[in-house]
């Protein structure tokens, strides 16, 4: 088999692309970690949900700003009722009992969305999904380079948010410790409502995103198990860590996947090197790239 | 202490009376009425399970009792959540350290503006225009709390690694930041040895004769509750048995029955 540098670059820029909108589902998991300390297992149900009730509204002909308006409207109503059926009633409940709260919630999400809107798939084309152009040998996709855009921008957008106003503080106060959090005047309940709506719509333009490139089917609700090794490998409580542990995984997928090809002739290495990564790195520094220190006294 | 010059204890901040809490068969409180004045000292003590935490929880609003009303400032309370209430003033530490384990002292401490910074919370998270200038202000105050308490060396460090005293002095640190009107103190010095319960009890009387500040504690050391206090009221079986100064208290046979027992 003849090497060709060519073929390794398209695919490091290939996987970049796809590790940002990796980057975009994990965005969700450390938006609400940061918030709760839990880990919010229906975040890849809520991707779904979100990018069905878009697709179906425009099915039925509806405009696309409005359809847009309605679905992000159905998600802020699902973070009130979290909040209120779910969260509320678990306040200063071990991480555990949050999280399995959360799972039993993947299913009811799960189930209430195929009941309103059924389980067929339906596909999501936002401009010519084929149109590409060339720079040199290289190709690239136009729908996945906006894709990395808004990914780019909705991301920047976040970590100012959180990071040049003082909600930041707050949060990491919420996700340590609820009881203290509500001592010191912090609004539990109000918190939850924003970071589980800011989650949803981040849920909403990732099911946008990847719909365009899967078609959106139920299969889209397993993409939070690729944005685990991002969590890992960035870091649970950190937003550039969702960027960088994106990029990362994508790019290294695919390098491996034609490493692996040109020197042993196997395939499929693709489907498990990032859980290998991720391994790698729960052995030698747990808390990620950019996570808050895990602190220990003996 | 209540003599001392200087020190004129005043009119009733807060008000609990006929309070009544039950979980379930459980009564933790029954029919408790109990004052707290301005500028003093109150203790509450009793045996374990006497309904002394329950108390501070209604006062603080993480319980809201079944029966009887909390007057503060004059105003009965209506069931509010313990983030409002801390809006009011009312500032408190926990038995069990309630620390955020991940953040430094200085960020711990910081948190505890949280109640003074004004507007509503989305109001907070939107605007950042004068963000900067109000977290110098902020830090201008933490700094001074952080003097007063002596723990300049660990103002970085995330508490998390701190030794359990020195945890219970930020977390008073981060309650005196809110600069409350009354400050409830669970157990302050609870697990310390006899030179961090000195510290302690030297940081509560500072607290109480330089800010003003009102202060209701638990503590089951009776040297140190006989020392500090200003008035002690004590429970036993969610009821409350007796409320005056230290000496009345100590001669009472009531208390003295409820810690040691009664021959029947």
Same mark, same amino acid.
């Given at each position: 088999m003849e090497f060709d540098p060519f073929l390794y670059i398209q695919a490091l820029f290939d996987g970049l692309l796809a590790g940002i909108m990796y980057s975009l589902v994990a965005l969700g998991f450390v938006l609400i970690f940061k918030a709760?300390?839990?880990?919010?297992?229906?975040q890849g149900t809520m991707v779904l949900m979100a990018a069905l009730t878009f697709v179906s509204l425009l099915e039925m002909g509806w405009n696309i700003l409005l359809a847009g308006a309605v679905t992000i409207a159905a998600l802020v109503l699902l973070a009130l009722a979290i909040e209120r059926v779910v969260l509320r009633p678990l306040v200063n409940q071990a991480p555990i009992i949050l999280f399995m709260a959360t799972i039993g919630l993947n299913f009811v999400i799960e189930g209430g969305t195929q009941m309103v809107w059924g389980s067929d798939p339906h596909s999501l084309e936002?401009?010519?999904?084929y149109a590409s152009f060339e720079i040199g040998p290289l190709f690239f996709n136009n729908n996945e380079l906006y894709a990395a855009v808004v990914a780019a921008l909705l991301v920047a957008g976040l970590a100012i948010f959180f990071q040049k106003t003082r909600i930041g503080r707050a949060l990491r106060a919420v996700a340590d410790d609820h009881q203290a959090a509500l001592s010191v005047g912090i609004p539990l309940q109000t918190i939850w409502v924003v970071v589980w709506t800011v989650a949803g719509i981040v849920a909403f333009v990732a099911g946008v995103v990847w719909g365009g490139r899967l !078609? *959106?089917?139920?299969?889209?609700?397993?993409l939070a198990l690729k944005a685990l090794p991002v969590l890992i490998l960035g870091g649970f409580t950190s937003i550039p860590g969702a960027i960088v542990g994106g990029l990362i995984v994508g790019a290294s997928e695919k390098i491996a996947e034609l490493l692996a090809f040109d020197l042993f !002739? *196997?395939?499929?290495v693709e489907n498990f090197f990032p859980y290998l990564l991720a391994m790698v790195f729960l052995m030698f520094?747990?808390?990620?790239?950019?996570?808050d220190k895990i602190i220990e006294r003996v | 202490m209540a003599d001392e010059a200087g020190k004129h204890i005043g009119e009733v901040l807060l008000s609990a009376s006929n309070i009544s809490l039950s979980f379930g068969a459980v009564?933790?409180?029954?029919?408790v009425s109990a004052d707290i004045r301005e500028h003093e000292i109150l203790a509450i003590i009793g045996p374990n399970g006497a309904g002394k935490t329950s108390l501070l929880n209604c006062i603080n609003g993480v319980y809201h009792p079944q029966k009887g009303t909390i007057t503060f400032e004059g105003e009965p309370r209506a069931d509010l959540a313990p983030s409002e209430i801390a809006r009011q003033g009312i500032a408190r530490t926990f038995q069990n350290v309630a620390l955020f384990?991940?953040?430094?002292t200085l960020d711990n401490i910081m948190t505890g503006r949280n109640t003074r910074l004004g507007g509503n919370f989305l109001k907070q998270a939107l605007y950042w225009g004068s963000y900067q200038r109000d977290e110098l202000e902020h830090r201008v105050l933490v700094e001074k709390i952080i003097d007063f308490l002596e723990i300049q060396a660990i103002?970085?460090?995330?508490?998390?690694?701190?030794p359990y005293g020195m945890q219970k002095r930020v977390e008073l640190g981060r309650a005196l930041a809110a600069e409350p009107r009354l400050l409830l103190l669970d157990e302050?010095?609870?697990?310390?040895n006899v030179e961090e319960k000195e510290d302690m009890s030297r940081f509560v009387l500072d607290v109480n004769d330089e800010f003003g500040t009102t202060i209701a504690l638990i503590e089951h050391d009776m040297g140190v509750v006989m020392d500090i206090s200003d008035r002690v009221i004590v429970l036993d079986y969610g009821r409350k048995i007796a409320d005056g100064t230290p000496d009345e208290v100590r001669a009472n046979q009531a208390v003295i029955d409820a810690y040691l027992g009664v021959s029947h």
């Open positions: 709760s300390g839990v880990f919010n297992f229906a936002l401009g010519d999904p !078609g *959106v089917q139920f299969s889209l609700a397993l !002739g *196997v395939g499929g520094r747990p808390e990620g790239l950019f996570g | 009564h933790a409180l029954t029919d384990k991940g953040m430094t103002r970085k460090v995330p508490v998390g690694r701190l302050p010095m609870a697990g310390m």
